[in-house]
């Protein structure tokens, strides 16, 4: 978007209103600027990015790049994620809302309830030793440790455990068949 660019239903409002100044970048990959939360103009973009995907777009599945804490970056972009999730909600249409890559673990009772699924470690076609080798696999069991406690069989958040949207839509059989294989001790599918 353009900083002169109108904000959706927003008179007065722009894509350079919403944001903070000076411009800094809100995500490891500097394609987007952080938002001025104080100003009106924030929460009008936020819900004009959600109706761009929800009504124009129809889109089923929203993936949030580089959120941090997380994606090897210092920012913080839970209000923006917890904004993106309510504006996508008071849509009307159900959108999957997928966070990436390496979220903080210590950030997940900010970000849990805003998502429906969040990636705890690094790309797997990395072309490093993700799952190459056993170490590696060990290494992303620990990363998936303190996530856990989110399972929707531990009582996740309603948002990814929500019968319309998480993996409750799953017959309790079917939900074992696709783990089993990876969760049984000992066991190599």
């Known amino acids: 978007m353009r900083a002169a660019s109108p904000v959706l239903d927003s008179p007065g409002c722009t894509a350079a209103a919403a944001a903070a ?42 993936k949030l790049d580089a959120v941090s804490p997380g994606s090897e970056w210092h920012g913080d972009n839970a209000r923006f994620v917890a904004a993106l999730s309510r504006a996508l909600e008071a849509t009307g249409r159900t959108v999957w809302v997928s966070l990436s890559w390496s979220i903080d673990p210590a950030s997940a009772a900010a970000f849990v309830p805003f998502a429906n699924s969040w990636r705890t470690s690094d790309d797997v076609e990395c072309y490093c030793d993700v799952l190459e080798s056993w170490p590696a696999v060990r290494r992303r069991f620990a990363q998936a440790r303190p996530w856990l406690r989110y399972s929707c069989e531990a009582g996740g958040s309603d948002r990814a455990c929500d019968g319309s949207r998480g993996l409750r839509t799953f017959a309790r059989r079917s939900r074992r068949r696709l783990s089993d294989p990876w969760t049984r001790p000992g066991h190599v599918p």
């Not at 490891?28 to 995907?53: M, T």
């Open 21 to 62: 100044r000076p411009l800094r970048p809100a995500n490891r990959f500097g394609n987007a600027f952080a938002l001025n939360w104080s100003s009106p103009c924030a929460a009008a973009y936020v819900r004009s990015v959600a109706h761009q995907f929800s009504a124009e777009l129809r889109a089923d599945l929203l």
